[in-house]
């Protein structure tokens, strides 16, 4: 059976395991240690990061995107991909924003709330750190310390873009909350990729950290019904349909993602071209400052434009009208051809692997 390693309350594993578990693949979940976190998973990886999976033949993969394209492979009954490649082409600019842009929101609640930040210290540190010879509370600070400092306070959260940053869950409640209103999933009567990615976020952090718990609870009850439907959900059980085309539901989300992932995506890969490490970018009229250049959304944009550029001529045109709509296509493809020279090989899952921001430490 294959060993997946990670944490209970960790984002990533949160979304293989929704995955892993609708798709009925079997698989032994081992708490990553803090020696695992920093020794172990890098040398078998190449990136100090979680989820890993260890597979029966002895190889390693880390990186829930590309594995889940490779367990879609080697699992093909109930695929999460649909069909219709514009949905399809959805799915994985959705499964992105969650991934990458819904990150910043899910630290900030979990790490600058004391009411979240404490209970989460305490729950890292009873799973992770058992075996660190060192009084709870010291191990408790520095925890709570490593990841506000880096991922709140350095990723650009200040007096300034707060309320944007909690803006943005607000109004992602908002538009999720709409579509579940129509229909149990994303697309239609069953989960696609775009429900995955979706989960990470929502599952592990939004509906289970204190502080953005009761925000959703109280205001986007059938939000919470649809995290707590997926992780319930198994494919040889559900015999639904997806919907034809794209729900006009759906048109305020891509507008989102538009306004904000693709933007910063491209400044990222503006800045890491120029061999710069921090770059700053307006994002809905808010000021972010100094955020720290990822090597690896550069690759991610990369991904994005090589699809877009690998559909028919059709497929093509009908995402180009869909996104241009939404005011999404200029970010799209502003930065011209993107090479990251990451995963030149198409190695990923496999092979080193690189986290999303090279200087956090262990
Ligand atoms: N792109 C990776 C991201 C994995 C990731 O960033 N995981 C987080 C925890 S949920 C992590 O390990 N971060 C590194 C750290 O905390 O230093 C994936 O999809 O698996």
């Known amino acids: ?34 020696a695992d976190f920093r020794k172990l998973i890098p040398e078998k990886t190449g990136a100090m990061q979680m989820p890993a999976v260890e597979l029966d033949d002895g190889r390693w993969m880390t990186d829930t995107s590309p594995m889940i394209d490779w367990f879609e492979k080697e699992y093909p009954a109930h695929p999460i991909l649909p069909d219709d490649p514009v949905q399809a082409y959805l799915c994985r600019l959705i499964e992105d924003y969650a991934d990458e842009w819904l990150w910043r929101p899910a630290m900030h609640f979990r790490w600058s709330y004391p009411v979240s930040a ?23 600070n520095r925890t709570e310390k490593r990841q506000r400092t880096n991922f709140v306070e350095h990723d650009g959260v200040t007096d300034e873009t707060r309320a944007h940053v ?38 592990r952090h939004f509906s289970m950290d204190p502080a953005p718990a009761v925000i959703m609870r109280e205001t986007a009850p059938s939000v919470m019904e649809w995290v707590y439907r997926l992780w ?3 494919a040889s059980h559900i015999k639904g349909d997806l919907v034809t085309g794209v729900p006009d539901d759906l048109l305020p989300l891509i507008r989102e993602i538009g306004e904000t992932h693709l933007p910063a995506l491209a400044a990222n890969a503006r800045a890491w071209t120029k061999g710069e490490t921090r770059y700053d970018v307006d994002i809905q009229g808010a000021p972010y400052r100094r955020l720290p250049v990822s090597h ?54 496999f092979g080193r692997s690189i986290p999303v921001f090279a200087d956090v430490k262990g």
């Open 1 to 34: 059976m294959i060993k997946l390693y990670g944490l209970k309350v960790s984002y990533f594993t949160g979304k293989l395991e929704g995955y892993l578990r609708y798709k009925e693949i079997p698989f032994d979940f081992r708490s990553m240690s803090i």
């Open 118 to 140: 404490k209970l989460l210290a305490r729950q890292i540190v009873d799973e992770m750190a058992r075996d660190v010879l060192a009084p709870g509370w010291i191990k408790r």
């Open 166 to 203: 909690e803006g943005g869950y607000i109004r992602l409640l908002e538009m999720l909350g709409r579509i579940f209103e129509n229909r149990p999933y994303i697309f239609g009567d069953r989960p696609t990729l775009a429900d995955i990615g979706l989960f990470g976020p929502l599952f």
């Open 296 to 349: 690896y959304r550069v690759w991610c944009l990369e991904k994005l434009q090589e699809r877009f550029n690998a559909l028919d001529e059709p497929t093509r045109s009908a995402i180009e009208t869909l996104l241009a709509g939404q005011g999404a296509l200029d970010a799209l493809l502003s930065v011209g051809d993107i090479n990251s020279g990451y995963d030149a090989g198409g190695e990923a899952p």
């Open 232 to 234: 319930n959900a198994k």
